[in-house]
Structures are given as structure tokens and as C-alpha cells.
């Protein structure tokens, strides 16, 4: 069955974790183009800040507090966007977080209420919305990660679950197009974002706090792609050129991008800025209510790359890429090893 998907103007759309970050630019931008937002995450406060922002702007929209974590929360935020704005067109699995610090210095159950939220909270969401798009159609969006195909030190934990999250996506797609459900699901990977992402992270780092590796891209170029994804059926779309010429590096030359990530990643990801503290969002939810981070370098507004992965020249593109990615890359990997 061919998935038909109305404009973005025209959709309901339930978005998690819209209280900061990607979740926030996504119902910013989606709102300020028509759509009805029903927005989630556990911060009730910044959520309803959120809301009333953009009411204020004269879009439509409404909070539904909640964990991810608990299927039955997200039950509710099916029902309220029944009840407020009569069904749901794209839901939008955004909510998630990271864990900075050694594998063998996490805690336990530190890793396993990360999975609650990264890959269950995803589990939770597309179980619902299945449900409720199974007879007039939708999108459903899992945001990933490129770590949702290579893995990064540090932040071992977190490229565990975005596996999962892909292993999960691409699955429930093809169950879906088997059983002919009028339902597209798509896999967003974004690449390093500016958002409190590292802010939000729990810190187990022995000598720094979490920080983004550049380069760096502009919250609101995910969101740009998430709408366009639900106006238009992709199957999975990674946002931003440095992350594609890193996933085409760990597919082509694994030992060699084994040798870069040892070689950078182990500085780059974190700074000496004492004033953050090293709890995070993992049990609680912190009060900030901001799209944008605090990262001080350069920050991209715009990924070609992207641009053309989604237009209609995608196979062209394609090819095109992956030659600039991995040239892009093993340059990349040559300057980090030779600066060691």
C-alpha cells in the first residue's frame, strides 16, 4: 500500500522530548507552518513555557507531561491529541539523552534507565502510534543518531542504544509494508547538534565535563528535516555531512576509524568548564527550556549534504557523496593520527 502524507500544515504531530533542544525546534517550526503540536517530555514546567510560546504566536498546541519510560503515558498523549485535535498524522520519537564516561565506570542501572528512555521510550512511542495511524496512515519519525551505525568512546552506552533504535526501526518498517499498514517510518540521524545535550548527559568523565565534537550543526537543520520527512516518505536520513563521511569511514575502513575515534574522540568531547554539573537529566529532568547549547565554536546552519540526500536527485547524490564523505574522512583520520 502506497503511504500517502499530508502537508505539514495539515497534520497533527506529537513530538517527545519538545521541551529543549531538537524536540523544541521541531514544534517551534512545525507550529510556525500550521501544524497542530501536542508536545511531550517529563519537564512540566519548561513544557508549558513551550506551549504557551507558541499560542502566543498564534499556533496551536498543547502539553501532555510524561515519561517516555511508561507505555501508559505515552497512551495518554494519543489520547489527548484525540481528544484536543481529533487523531495524529506524524509522531515524532525525539526524546533521549547520553551518559559521558568509561564503560567499566557506569553504573548499572545508570545503563538500564538510559535503554528506558533512548530505546524503550522509542519501543513505548511507535507502539502507540502504530496504534493509533494503523487505519488512515502517518509517519512515524525515531530520531537516531549517526551513532545509530558506528560507535563513538565515551559515549559507549548511548551508541548501544541508538543500534538498537535502528535495529528496531528498520524491523518495524518492513513488518509494516509486510502487513501493507499505510504507515512510513523513518530513521532521522543526526550528526553533533547544538543543543544542551552535553548539559543534559550524566558525567562520569574523570577529568572534564561533555562537550560536542565539531563539526557542529544548528538544531534547527534536524528539525527541517524531520517536517520534510513527514510531507514525504524516507527511509532513514543522517543529517549532516561530517556524520556521513563518518559512518561511510567505519563501513569501508573499520580498523582505520577504530584508530581516528582513539586518537581525537577522547578530547574532543569534553572541556575543562567546571560549572556544569555531573548529575544530568537521567532521573530528573533539568530546568532550561532551550533549543540552542552552549558550544562556543562554529556552528552550521545548513547541510548540503543533507539538502540532497532529500531532494529528488537522491541516487546521483548518493554516489556523489560517498566519494566527498570518504575523502572528507580519511583526511580527517590522517590529520589525527599525524598530530598524535
Known amino acids: ?40 517530555a517529563r519537564n512540566d514546567a519548561d513544557l508549558q513555557q513551550v506551549t504557551e510560546e507558541i499560542r502566543a504566536n498564534g499556533g496551536r498546541a498543547v502539553a501532555v507531561p510524561g515519561d517516555v519510560a511508561d507505555e501508559h503515558a505515552m497512551d495518554w498523549v494519543a489520547s489527548t491529541a484525540q481528544r484536543e485535535f481529533g487523531g495524529i498524522d506524524t509522531w515524532v520519537n525525539n526524546a533521549g539523552l547520553s551518559i559521558y564516561g568509561k564503560l567499566t ?25 502504530v496504534r493509533s495511524l494503523k487505519d488512515k496512515g502517518g509517519a512515524i519519525i525515531n530520531i537516531g543518531s549517526e ?16 543500534h538498537a533504535v535502528a535495529g528496531y526501526t528498520d524491523a518495524l518498517r518492513m513488518e509494516l509494508e509486510h502487513d501493507a499498514l499505510p504507515i512510513s517510518v523513518t530513521l532521522v540521524k543526526p550528526s553533533a547538534i547544538n543543543t544542551p545535550f ?4 550524566r558525567n562520569y568523565l574523570e577529568d572534564g565535563v561533555p562537550a560536542l565534537p565539531p563539526p557542529v550543526y544548528a538544531p534547527e537543520v534536524v528539525a527541517e528535516t524531520i517536517l520534510k520527512c513527514a510531507e514525504r516518505p524516507v527511509r532513514d536520513v543522517v543529517v549532516g555531512g561530517s556524520g556521513k563521511a563518518q559512518i561511510l569511514m567505519s563501513q569501508i575502513a573499520p580498523r582505520l576509524t577504530d584508530r581516528y575515534m582513539e586518537r ?16 544530568g537529566s537521567l532521573e530528573h529532568p533539568q530546568r532550561d527550556g532551550r533549543a540552542h547549547g552552549l ?10 549534504y543533507t539538502t540532497a540526500a532529500l ?6 547524490v548518493s554516489f556523489t557523496a560517498a ?14 593520527v599525524n598530530a598524535a
Open 264 to 279: 581525537s574522540m577522547f578530547d574532543k568531547q569534553k572541556t575543562h568548564d567546571r560549572s556544569q554539573a555531573r548529575e
Open 295 to 304: 558550544h562556543r565554536g562554529h556552528v552550521m546552519q545548513s547541510s548540503a
Open 1 to 40: 500500500m502506497k503511504v500517502k502524507l499530508k502537508r505539514v500544515e495539515d497534520q497533527v504531530m506529537v513530538i517527545t522530548g519538545a521541551s529543549s533542544g531538537i524536540g523544541l525546534s521541531t514544534a517551534r517550526l512545525a507550529a510556525k507552518r500550521g501544524a497542530r503540536v501536542v508536545l511531550n
Open 198 to 201: 552535553p548539559e543534559h548527559a
Open 147 to 162: 551513532v545509530s551505525q558506528m560507535a563513538i568512546p565515551l559515549q559507549g552506552i548511548y551508541s548501544a542504544s541508538k
Open 323 to 336: 566519494g566527498i564523505a570518504l575523502a572528507v574522512g580519511v583526511r580527517r583520520w590522517r590529520n589525527a
Open 105 to 129: 565506570d557506569i553504573p548499572m542501572a545508570d545503563k538500564r534507565r538510559l535503554f528506558d528512555i533512548n530505546f524503550w521510550g522509542v519501543v513505548n512511542g511507535c507502539r502507540t502510534a
Open 311 to 316: 531532494s529528488g536527485i537522491t541516487r546521483i
